[in-house]
């Protein structure tokens, strides 16, 4: 995903069924919002988007993955490999989930990754964004 200096940014990632959206309106988190299937192929790019974002060293990086409908194998782990990026950078990340996508983080233990948030407005209160 290509992020110009536009408040509001979006790409698909590579044919995987996956779009995100990067929301900047906010003075000090970035917000990613994915719609669709998560899964190894598109996992790099979402990892790569959350990363272009920590270089700008928000204090809180959103993963509203309330539109996710499917997480597998390797899209559980691209979420792991942006955690990890993120505790490294010492920037909080906040995820957002609800229906199929809480199913996947609750059931596939990705619930350690962060605080897990019903709404982006939620998430952005309890992180002072």
Known sequence: MHVDDKRTATGTASGAGLTMTLDRRYEHARVLRLR????GDSAAAVRD???????LVPAVVVLDLTGVTFVD???AEGLWCVAERAERADIDLRLVA???????????GLL??????????????????
């Open 36 to 39: 669709g299937v998560l899964t």
């Open 49 to 55: 988007a959350v990363i272009a974002q920590l270089a």
């Open 73 to 75: 194998r390797g899209g």
């Open 98 to 108: 609800s229906g199929p996508a809480w199913m996947h983080l609750s059931t596939g």
């Open 112 to 129: 350690a990754l962060g605080g897990v948030y019903p709404t982006v407005e939620e998430a952005l209160r309890a992180s002072g964004g």
